[in-house]
Every structure is written in C-alpha cells, then in structure tokens.
C-alpha cells in the first residue's frame, strides 16, 4: 500500500523525471499485493508499473510487465476477459524500435 502512494507520489512530483521511479515503485507495491494475495491490486499496479515504463521507453520492460498481468490474470476466473487487453498493449509495444 504505502509502495503504491509512494509511486504516485513519485510521478505527480516530475511526471518526466521520476518516472522511471514510480515505475520502481509500483512494481514494488504489486509484490506485495501478490504476497498477500490480492491480484486486483498487484495487476493494477503492475499495469501501472508496464504504463510507465512505456511512456519513458522502455518497451522491453513494459512488455515483460503486461505479459505477466496477462498470464496472473489467465488463472483468475474473474480478470481472465482481461488478458486479452494486457496481450494488446504488449504486442502495441512490439511496434516501437528499440525495445
């Protein structure tokens, strides 16, 4: 919980700057929402976490952060309509070179 206000907080601080912060943070926060065993939370974070990551492009890492939501939510009879959106915004990443 207090991973995820930190990340907020990191991004409303200098949303260009801290970025790559509050992409650590909420990564952090997702941990420990999937230790406690919250997967609403910990994908909202980790989504969180891949939108960051995107934006400052890093595409790899962002990749690698929505094929985990996707595969987290495959196994959750409630979030796995969702997968096919974290799916998306990974292959969207696949466009961008550098990745």
Do not use: W
Request: hydrophobic share 35%; glycine share 4%.
């Amino acid at each position: 919980m207090l991973q995820n206000v930190i990340g907020k907080l990191q991004k409303d601080m200098n949303p260009n700057k801290n970025k790559e912060k509050a992409t650590e943070f909420y990564e952090k926060a997702a941990e420990l929402f999937e230790k406690a065993q919250l997967l609403m939370s910990a994908n909202h974070c980790n989504h969180k976490a891949a939108q960051h990551a995107a934006q400052i492009q890093h595409y790899s890492k962002a990749i690698e952060i929505y094929e985990k939501i996707a595969s987290h939510s495959l196994n959750d009879s409630l979030l796995k309509y969702q997968a096919k959106r974290y799916l998306l915004d990974a292959g969207i990443c696949r466009f961008f070179p550098g990745r």
